[in-house]
């Protein structure tokens, strides 16, 4: 399966994470296009030529993918990482919200496939795709 990490990465806790998950995937069998292992460097930071190439390349990649996976740490969200999880529903591509924080937005959870843990990640089922819903609060 090739999957798209979609996960903001922005301390040390989400970057742990992104490795945990990366290494996970992989030792599945998984193809994983992680950004940040891609980090484009033909311009300078914060430019629009930056910044139009990052897009263009996650967007080719959501586009390539057979699902997305979130990591969600609530309603503290990546604006990023939120516009790839809207994206990647809205073409159709299945996501999968790996639960990391103690609150939730339902736009996130009623727009996923399904929602599990980081433990339920390590035995989920990628060919079948079992749907799961979100079991707290949503606002």
């Given at each position: 399966?090739?999957?798209y990490?979609?996960?903001?990465?922005?301390?040390e806790?989400?970057?742990?994470?992104?490795?945990?998950?990366?290494?996970?995937?992989?030792?599945?069998?998984?193809?994983?296009?992680?950004?940040?292992?891609h980090?484009?460097?033909?311009?300078e930071a914060?430019?629009?030529?930056w910044?139009?190439?990052?897009?263009?390349?996650?967007?080719?990649?959501?586009?390539?993918a057979d699902?997305?996976v979130?990591l969600?740490?609530?309603?503290?969200?990546?604006?990023?990482t939120?516009?790839e999880?809207?994206?990647?529903?809205?073409?159709?591509?299945?996501?999968?919200?790996?639960?990391l924080?103690?609150?939730?937005?339902?736009?996130?959870?009623c727009?996923?496939?399904?929602?599990?843990?980081?433990?339920?990640?390590?035995?989920?089922?990628?060919?079948?795709?079992?749907?799961y819903?979100y079991?707290?609060?949503?606002?």
């Amino acid at each position: 399966m090739k999957i798209y990490l979609a996960s903001p990465l922005f301390n040390e806790e989400e970057i742990a994470n992104i490795d945990k998950v990366e290494k996970l995937l992989r030792a599945k069998g998984h193809t994983v296009y992680s950004p940040r292992e891609h980090e484009y460097r033909g311009a300078e930071a914060g430019t629009h030529e930056w910044a139009m190439q990052i897009f263009m390349e996650d967007r080719q990649f959501i586009d390539w993918a057979d699902c997305l996976v979130m990591l969600y740490y609530g309603n503290y969200s990546d604006s990023g990482t939120a516009w790839e999880c809207g994206y990647a529903y809205g073409t159709h591509t299945p996501v999968i919200v790996v639960q990391l924080g103690k609150d939730s937005n339902l736009m996130v959870h009623c727009g996923s496939h399904t929602n599990v843990t980081m433990e339920q990640l390590e035995n989920f089922d990628f060919e079948m795709m079992p749907k799961y819903n979100y079991q707290g609060s949503m606002f």
